[in-house]
């Protein structure tokens, strides 16, 4: 077993922080580079790190690749950087590859687009909405009298009752455990009785992945580190790229890459479609129906229970069960439907048709969720109010392409995904009529069902992909000459 160097990982890496159900996300923007590099060096004493749980606020900070251009990182240091990341996740390149079209354009977002690019995330997580408050307010006063960034946007979050998203199914069940975690581990193997522990490397840089080796790092001149803050790239000679030459720092080392999302829920929109396409003879609302076909389109009931497991009628009594595989009790997805949420987002040993090789590459391309939600819990889910609402989706990974990328592009917007034909996620997928047939197949027997004339019911307002340095590298970025 891994042993994580802790004090060097910044605590929300191995903590989604859920004794803290309050929490704030500050996005800034670099105007003054000396007095951000101050207050970053400043803040390398604040973060919290993985070495222990805070009964109070917790803080952690993320920079985009326009933030480290902003506080002066030198342009070697910043061409080792992946491709998705230095590209953004606004370009018309990642637009396509994560089925931002239409709504979800870019070009409409409320930050993270050219209009509003930005350049620090400042992440705040709190006890109760007094504390938190009083966190944030002391750090955006002091942001604003050193002159160092300008607000973007404050955007407040936290969890909902029951451990349910706004659509009312409970979420975030099936997590991999970083290796090297073990109390979260035990954690979670008690609550839902299975347990995936995937390599270290496959979320935190410096660290072998399932491939065995250590993941692709940033990294900066020796030259450049006179003050020695950083570790040496310990990599060897032959997985190194031709550019990495002469004796190099790891800039990446105990980092991770953070994706961060905000995404808009039409619950309304949700329930009418389902009451619209389950009205019984008489033309009346049947809510049994619409709960079974939501059922269908997640992959769990609303109480969590697993279609797998619970067939036919919820289960509460399943609500956090997550040791199952579908290769071996639902292979055709009479159950669970072949292109439902879950089943894409995590295909277990039903990607290939050898099960065990199955497991193996969907553990290549595993994340970390770390979400949470904004705005209010809709008094009547089936009646439209003014209320926006959403998830912010946040994750983490050490490869962006290989890891959200893959399941975004490959998992669930992929139109013949295990066989289907033109269908993309009914939840979350991409229902443009010029790149799929908007429906979805519901497996049975004697015969299948289409659901047809979906419609977008998750759209994007903002997004950006950030660089979670480790606490060192906060150090040597807040030390930049």
Known sequence: MVVLERRDIQGVVVSGYGHLPRSAYLLFRIEDQAAARAWLGAMAEEVTDAAGKRAECSVNVALTYDGLAALGLDDDALRTFPLP???????????TILGDSGESAPAGWDWGNAANRVHVLLMVFGPDEAELETVVTRFTDGIAA???MSLVANLPGHRLPGGKEHFGFRDGIGQPIIEGNERRAEKQLARTGHVTVVKAGEFVLGYPNEYGLPPVSPVVAAARDPLGLLP???????LRFSSHTGPLRDLGRNGSYLVFRQLRQDVAGFWAFLDDATRGATGGPDRAAQE?????????WPSGAPLVLAPD?????????????????????????LGSHVRRANPRDALRDDAAESVRSVRRHRIVR??????DVPADPRHADDTDRGIYFLCLNADIERQFEFVQQTWLNDTVFRGLDSETDPLVGDQ???LCARTMT????????????LQRFVTTRGGSYFFLPGLNALRYLGALA
């Open 85 to 95: 990341f230095t590209d953004r996740m606004d370009s018309p390149r990642r637009a």
């Open 432 to 434: 443009d009529d010029s």
């Open 292 to 300: 079974r076909l939501g059922a269908k389109f997640v992959g769990r």
């Open 232 to 238: 040496e790239y310990d990599v060897p000679d032959d």
């Open 370 to 375: 770390l979400g949470r939600f904004y705005g």
């Open 442 to 453: 519901i497996q049975a027997d004697p015969l299948r069902r289409k659901v047809t004339n």
């Open 146 to 148: 050193a002159g160092a």
């Open 313 to 337: 009628q919820d289960d509460p009594s399943l609500a956090t069960a997550n040791d199952f595989s579908y290769a071996a009790l639902d292979s055709h997805g009479f159950a669970c439907p």
